[in-house]
């Protein structure tokens, strides 16, 4: 059976690689690690040495230094994300070098995100440390029981189909890009993807698109957010009301994160762009950040809009706790033809039960 949970034991006995060609630097940051329960660690001050050991022992997660002989940070990146049996792999680079240059070095890469040196606090290390592991374990399951994919994940939104090589190349890059984004650093990161991802494809269906839309938005929506890696950690984790600069800023994560995605040329990560981009547009045209209204609003971000908003609701955030289903269904109701389109508002009812197996099934 697919092994949709991950606990505090699996993410502990994953195993990391930490390549710098400084000791001292490898030192620090397997202090941390082990500081945190890890203890799977494999140093290496060689980069050569390190693509053997990511060839033979595939880690769970590299954690790399930037500038080094013999090849560099972005080249090791790139030769682990060209090898197929380590594409998987999402990679953390840790460097002194704070360039855009170096920065979009790493990117281009493969990286799925930066850390600049000296790292002072180990708490924004040990938490990205422990989303990527979660997200190497999560693919890791649906790899091993991909004979039980569809029925067991997608529960009849869509007919996933492994054997496409395309398919599945995109899949996982699509992993990597939600890799960076900033809001997926908590707790409830492989949950909250899964549940909006599937009342997402619920509602696609129901309301009549075509089986190729609708695992078009099963993958593409959980990108909405992916803009918030540009948004600074002082505002993701402010726990209080943020103030109207500081939301203008936030606000910024949909246009951050149409540029991250579309210059890609795969088309699940161009509809990610545009759901990025217009997710916060509201059918009365009060959303940001252009102000659309009603059918100028993208198909794919009308319904994300919805599922998005009923799961941020439903599930316990650092500044409140989650609403009771019942409220949570009466906003989904009094905002039909204000921030939802009302034809998807009835598609959400009409999909209730549904959409709850899919919460009661991947509950936090």
């Given at each position: 059976?697919?092994?949709?949970?991950i606990?505090?034991s699996?993410?502990?006995?994953?195993?990391?690689?930490?390549?710098?060609?400084?000791?001292a630097?490898?030192k620090?940051?397997s202090g941390f690690l082990?500081?945190?329960?890890?203890?799977?660690?494999?140093?290496?001050t060689?980069?050569?040495?390190?693509?053997?050991?990511?060839?033979?022992r595939?880690?769970?997660?590299?954690?790399?230094?930037?500038?080094?002989p013999?090849?560099?940070g972005a080249?090791?990146?790139f030769?682990?994300?060209?090898n197929?049996?380590?594409?998987?792999?999402?990679?953390i680079?840790?460097t002194?070098d704070h360039?855009?240059?170096?920065?979009q070095d790493a990117?281009?890469?493969?990286?799925?995100?930066?850390?600049?040196?000296p790292?002072?606090d180990?708490?924004?290390?040990?938490?990205?440390?422990?989303?990527?592991?979660i997200?190497?374990?999560?693919?890791?399951?649906?790899?091993a029981?991909?004979?039980?994919l569809?029925?067991?994940?997608?529960k009849?939104?869509q007919e996933l189909?492994?054997?496409?090589?395309?398919?599945a190349?995109?899949t996982?890059?699509?992993?990597?890009?939600?890799?960076?984004?900033?809001?997926y650093?908590?707790n409830?990161t492989?949950e909250?993807?899964?549940r909006m991802?599937?009342y997402?494809?619920?509602l696609?269906?129901?309301?009549?698109?075509d089986?190729?839309?609708v695992?078009?938005?099963?993958?593409?929506s959980?990108?909405h957010d992916?803009?918030?890696?540009?948004?600074?950690?002082a505002?993701?984790?402010?726990?209080?009301?943020?103030?109207n600069?500081?939301?203008?800023?936030?606000?910024?994560?949909t246009?951050?994160g149409?540029?991250?995605?579309?210059?890609s040329?795969k088309?699940?990560?161009?509809?990610?762009?545009?759901i990025a981009?217009?997710?916060?547009?509201?059918?009365?045209?009060?959303?940001?950040?252009?102000?659309?209204k009603?059918?100028?609003?993208?198909?794919e971000?009308?319904i994300?809009?919805?599922?998005d908003?009923?799961d941020?609701?439903?599930?316990?955030?650092?500044?409140?706790e989650?609403?009771?289903?019942?409220k949570?269904?009466?906003l989904?109701?009094?905002?039909?033809?204000e921030h939802?389109?009302?034809?998807?508002v009835e598609?959400?009812?009409k999909?209730i039960?549904?959409?709850l197996?899919?919460?009661g099934?991947?509950?936090?």
């Amino acid at each position: 059976m697919l092994k949709n949970s991950i606990n505090q034991s699996d993410i502990n006995n994953s195993l990391i690689l930490v390549v710098d060609d400084n000791p001292a630097n490898l030192k620090v940051i397997s202090g941390f690690l082990k500081s945190e329960g890890y203890h799977n660690i494999i140093e290496s001050t060689q980069p050569l040495e390190a693509l053997h050991l990511l060839t033979d022992r595939k880690p769970d997660l590299l954690i790399t230094d930037m500038m080094m002989p013999e090849m560099n940070g972005a080249e090791l990146i790139f030769e682990v994300k060209d090898n197929p049996e380590t594409s998987w792999i999402p990679c953390i680079v840790v460097t002194a070098d704070h360039s855009a240059q170096t920065l979009q070095d790493a990117f281009d890469a493969g990286a799925s995100d930066f850390l600049t040196k000296p790292i002072t606090d180990r708490t924004i290390l040990l938490v990205r440390v422990r989303n990527f592991l979660i997200h190497s374990l999560l693919f890791k399951n649906v790899i091993a029981d991909k004979d039980c994919l569809q029925g067991e994940v997608l529960k009849k939104t869509q007919e996933l189909n492994l054997k496409n090589l395309e398919l599945a190349g995109t899949t996982i890059e699509i992993i990597y890009r939600l890799s960076k984004a900033a809001e997926y650093r908590d707790n409830e990161t492989g949950e909250h993807i899964l549940r909006m991802s599937k009342y997402s494809a619920i509602l696609a269906k129901t309301l009549g698109y075509d089986s190729k839309f609708v695992d078009n938005i099963l993958h593409a929506s959980p990108m909405h957010d992916v803009g918030k890696i540009g948004i600074s950690d002082a505002i993701l984790f402010k726990p209080g009301k943020l103030t109207n600069e500081e939301f203008d800023i936030m606000k910024t994560h949909t246009t951050l994160g149409k540029e991250i995605l579309d210059k890609s040329d795969k088309k699940l990560l161009q509809i990610g762009a545009v759901i990025a981009e217009t997710h916060h547009e509201k059918w009365n045209g009060r959303g940001y950040p252009y102000g659309l209204k009603g059918l100028e609003i993208p198909d794919e971000s009308r319904i994300v809009a919805v599922a998005d908003v009923f799961d941020a609701l439903t599930m316990k955030r650092p500044y409140k706790e989650p609403w009771p289903v019942e409220k949570a269904l009466e906003l989904i109701k009094s905002e039909s033809g204000e921030h939802f389109e009302p034809v998807v508002v009835e598609a959400f009812f009409k999909s209730i039960e549904e959409i709850l197996k899919v919460k009661g099934e991947h509950s936090e």
